[in-house]
């Protein structure tokens, strides 16, 4: 059972990227689905989330309006749209799976560098 990340890269500033996160192993459609980044020398924290229909979404107010949380259960994927990237966005970005109110499935990071 695993989550596969993927998409990062580097970017310009007000540039986009497209984060993918592929389930193998199970199913996740009972679960709601995150994305943690976790920038230089600071602590992982929670970007973005997604109910497991889809039909709620959260977002850090730092990203609100520029980044778009999706999912396809049929697929077993979830998406992170990032739009309009600052550099003060640069980290590594990591999908989890939320299995309980305090227990996370992670899968392995992918990095996101904007340069100014």
């Known amino acids: 059972v695993q989550l596969q990340a993927s998409g990062g890269g580097l970017v310009q500033a007000g540039g986009s990227l497209r984060l993918s996160c592929a389930a193998s192993g199970r199913t996740f459609s009972t679960n709601n689905m995150d994305w943690f980044h976790q920038a230089p020398g600071k602590e992982r924290e929670l970007v973005a989330a997604?109910?497991?229909?889809?039909?709620?979404?959260y977002y850090a107010d730092s990203v609100k309006g520029r980044f778009t949380i999706s999912r396809d259960n049929a697929k077993n994927t979830v998406n992170l749209q990032m739009n309009s990237l600052k550099p003060e966005d640069t980290a590594v970005y990591y999908c989890?799976?939320?299995?309980?109110?305090?227990?996370?499935?992670w899968g392995q990071g992918t990095l996101v560098t904007v340069s100014s």
């Open positions: 997604i109910s497991r229909s889809g039909g709620t979404t």
């Open positions: 989890a799976a939320q299995l309980s109110e305090e227990d996370y499935l």
